[in-house]
């Protein structure tokens, strides 16, 4: 009976006694979780636009966030730095289309998914050469990133601290997003994306240039990767280590649906919250770590009962 309280009833005891507590253990996970979306972002719009799972969304965010520091480590500066990291991704865009997309088009799933871990391999080996592996610091007042943090009184005598730069991330992400879905759903570009996404043929067929839509998805993924990487490495440091966080994306994108903005989010915040309230009231339990594994669990747990995702199209094949 002991077992069952601690697991069932002591957690949310915990929450209810300590309201300014849970709010902040709320607010933390909803940072990660806006993060956690925007980084998922970048595998939606290039899975929208070629069916291609990009297994170096990851290593482009280190990649970013290692540019732009670097840069201005050279005397850039930040400004200058941010515009120049730009241009480098759209470098990269262009090279992955020239490259990688060209020569692998009609190729099956697992060639291209192959591809992209090549892909993220020779990115590693490329970063680590031009800017080592040590962590670096992410220019965050040069940027003009807001510091420090503001406290709201909760309760009798209970604090909510935000940090200045987490709301800078969330709202940032959310405006983001808002442009993304802009993007897709009232331009030119977005309509043929999403032709794309939904047939190749039909898209050629109609004069829509396979090469330029997935380099301008592509150099997409990169502004995405840029925006993630300034914000992970201002709550954290640059570093390849960056990339394991990264790959956090994958549930959200299970939970989600592979082809959705919307799930993205969702998604995003559900594994965010999650297991921070995971990891601070049950944690303790296990002897801590589930921040770790839980979003995988709960991503195992879809893939049984729900493997298209929340928002996902269900697949029927005829046979």
């Known amino acids: 009976m ?95 289309e020239r490259f990688v997309m060209r020569p692998l088009v009609n190729q099956p799933d697992i060639i ?34 807001p510091t420090g943090s503001t406290a709201f009184e909760i309760g009798d005598g209970g604090l909510l601290i935000l940090q200045h730069i987490d709301i800078a991330a969330a709202v940032i992400a959310l405006i983001m997003v808002g442009v993304l879905a802009v993007f897709f759903n009232k331009t030119r570009i977005g309509r043929a994306l999403r032709a794309v996404a939904d047939d190749h043929q039909a898209a050629l067929s109609v004069g829509i240039s396979l090469n330029q839509i997935w380099a301008i998805v592509w150099f997409a993924a990169g502004i995405v990767a840029l925006t993630t990487g300034i914000m992970w490495g201002a709550r954290s440091d640059v570093s390849f280590a960056l990339e394991i966080i990264a790959f ?53 747990i879809f893939l049984l009962f729900r493997p298209q995702g929340l928002f996902g199209e269900r697949i029927i094949e005829r046979v």
């Open 2 to 96: 002991d077992i069952l309280y601690s697991i069932l009833v002591d957690p949310f005891m915990q929450m209810v006694e300590l309201p300014d507590f849970f709010l902040q253990v709320l607010w933390e996970g909803f940072v990660a979780g806006v993060l956690y979306a925007l980084i998922a972002l970048g595998f939606v719009l290039i899975y929208k636009a070629s069916g291609v799972f990009n297994f170096a969304q990851g290593i482009m965010v280190v990649f970013a966030g290692l540019t732009l520091v670097g840069l201005h480590e050279k005397g850039v500066p930040a400004y200058l730095a941010l515009i120049l990291t730009i241009g480098v991704m759209g470098l990269l865009a262009l090279a992955v």
């Open 112 to 145: 291209l998914l192959m591809s992209t871990i090549g892909l993220t391999y020779f990115l590693i080996g490329f970063g680590e050469f031009i800017f080592g592996g040590e962590p670096k610091q992410m220019i965050t007042s040069e940027l003009g990133l």
């Open 248 to 300: 956090k994306a994958l549930p959200v994108l299970i939970l989600g649906g592979f082809t959705s903005i919307p799930g993205a989010i969702v998604g995003g915040l559900i594994i965010g919250i999650g297991e921070k309230i995971g990891e601070i009231y049950w944690g303790p339990l296990v002897g801590g770590g589930i921040e770790s594994w839980l979003a995988y669990m709960i991503a195992l």
